[in-house]
């Protein structure tokens, strides 16, 4: 029980922290098919379990191909009827649409 949840809070750690831009990760699932531990159990502290686990989890991350996903916002923009050509241009250098 020790191990798992030395494992869990290895986890916990990685998404929170994130591994390509140091911020949290979503819909992420490591599957832990083996592990061997040492039988001492002063080799098997946290101190020692987590950081190994934590390098293992983000090496199969990186392993993964992973990507970053942009964000996406929905704006709703007012202004006089002569700024509107402006308001486009500054949406199009910036990656934005307009959707009537």
Same mark, same amino acid.
């Given at each position: ?44 502290? @946290?101190?020692? !379990?987590? %950081? ?5 989890? #983000? =090496? /199969?991350?990186?392993?993964?191909? @992973?990507?970053? !996903?942009? %964000? ?5 923009? #007012? =202004? /006089? ?20």
């Amino acid at each position: 029980q020790d191990a798992k949840d030395n494992i869990i809070s290895a986890f916990m750690q990685v998404v929170s922290q994130g591994i390509l831009v140091n911020s949290p990760m979503r819909g992420v699932c490591f599957e832990l098919i083996d592990a061997k531990f040492h039988a001492d159990t002063v080799h098997r502290r @946290p101190n020692s !379990v987590v %950081p190994a686990a934590m390098k293992a989890m #983000r =090496g /199969a991350f990186l392993m993964a191909d @992973p990507i970053l !996903v942009e %964000p996406m916002y929905q704006i709703d923009v #007012r =202004g /006089a009827p002569g700024s509107l050509n402006a308001v486009y241009s500054i949406l199009g250098r910036r990656s934005g649409i307009v959707v009537d």
